[in-house]
């Protein structure tokens, strides 16, 4: 037994030269102690008549600038140092397995030079080939993967970060292990009658590792302000999340950025939805946004929270919230103004039972229900912005 432990460590392939592994370690431990440094700044002392009381602000703001710097640091620290720890487990390719996938390459006019198999820290494997192609046309990338899936009878898809077509050079390509989920995703809007432009907005983000995050953020007011103000939280998370922050981490920073702003103070809310493809694991961010539902078959779930918006405190206590998601469920986002609607009518009260009932299955549809529903309860009133978002989840495997 213990033979077989230590031979699987073996198989264990670092993604970074020790070289470039101590480098990244090295400037983490760099980046931790200047966040020490931050953090060993005292708090003024307390308020009094004594003092200045434009300095003792000055002061106070000064040392709440350097407590989230220091956070920040910490957190480039830990990007560092998972990336210079990431590991993954090298499976080898027996030489006939490599004759086969080498030949199927071939009658479709590409040529294989190097194949590596490796499962990464989450279990899932990754393949990476170096192919060129012989054909004059393009051949798309997603089209190779199909090929692949054949010849290792695994179902593989394109990373998409790679490149979508081959070309006659010698390149390295990357594929993944395909999830075990795939998704659809339905929108619905309505602009305030007054308005020419919605505050809310919107993204949904495929990332990598069989991520799907959907945001939603409702700038406050309405018109262009709010619209830019909620597009700036939108592209900050999407970046921030890109760059491999936390998602914690990153509503922190979003929300120093724009509670920095003085006197043109802004305040938007912000919804985050992260679906994990390959588990069905579902985590849920919400700083001063509306109720998310979860629908499953008839039964409704509401999730909740009650906190304010970015941009008013410096430190924010953003609510966290896990669900483990099923074949066939649906995550129904919503901005304030769809709940302003229903309170003109029968009252919010009434949603999840409407969610539980309704007959459809397209996400698009689901959306486009919810907000008649909301419109006629206000009388065709749009007193603010509103937008519904859903996604439905599906098991690939229980479709065949």
Not at 208 to 227: F, H, N, P, V, Y
């Amino acid at each position: 037994m213990r033979k077989q432990e230590e031979s699987r460590e073996e198989d264990l392939i670092a993604v970074i030269p020790e070289y470039g592994r101590q480098k990244l370690l090295g400037y983490a431990e760099s980046f931790r102690d200047l966040a020490e440094l931050f953090e060993e700044d005292e708090e003024p002392e307390d308020y009094n008549e004594d003092k200045n009381r434009q300095e003792y602000l000055w002061q106070k703001k000064l040392c709440e600038n350097k407590g989230l710097l220091a956070d920040h640091l910490k957190e480039m620290a830990h990007i560092m140092t998972d990336v210079a720890k990431e590991t993954y487990r090298y499976h080898p390719v027996g030489e006939r397995k490599y004759k086969q996938v080498a030949h199927l390459l071939r009658e479709s006019g590409i040529l294989l030079k190097n194949f590596l198999v490796l499962e990464n820290e989450d279990g899932h494997m990754e393949l990476n080939l170096v192919m060129k192609t012989q054909l004059q046309e393009n051949i798309v990338i997603e089209d190779v993967a199909d090929l692949i899936s054949v010849a290792m009878n695994m179902r593989i898809q394109a990373a998409k970060s790679g490149p979508v077509f081959m070309t006659r050079e010698w390149n390295s390509y990357h594929f993944l292990e395909e999830p075990k989920y795939h998704i659809l995703t339905g929108v619905a809007k309505a602009v305030k009658e007054t308005e020419k432009i919605s505050g809310d907005n919107y993204s949904f983000c495929e990332m990598e590792q069989g991520r799907t995050i959907m945001i939603l953020s409702d700038g406050m007011g309405s018109g262009e302000k709010a619209c830019k103000e909620s597009e700036k939280v939108i592209e900050m998370m999407e970046r921030l999340l890109e760059a491999g922050f936390r998602k914690e981490a990153a509503v922190q920073i979003i929300n120093g950025a724009l509670a920095a702003g003085g006197q043109e103070q802004s305040m938007s809310t912000l919804d985050v939805c992260e679906l994990n493809l390959y588990t069905g694991d579902c985590d849920f961010i919400k700083v001063g946004a509306a109720c998310t539902y979860i629908k499953r078959e008839h039964l409704v779930d509401r999730l909740s929270a009650r906190n304010l918006p970015l941009g008013i405190f410096q430190q924010i206590e953003p609510e966290t919230l896990h669900r483990q998601l099923q074949d066939g469920d649906y995550v129904i986002m919503l901005s304030d103004g769809v709940l302003d609607a229903l309170s003109q009518g029968i009252g919010e009260e009434i949603l999840p039972e409407i969610i539980g009932k309704t007959a459809h299955t397209n996400p698009g549809e689901i959306a486009n229900q919810i907000l008649s529903y909301c419109l006629h309860q206000s009388r065709g009133q749009i007193r603010d912005d509103m937008t519904v978002l859903v996604i439905g989840i599906w098991n690939r495997m229980e479709e065949e």
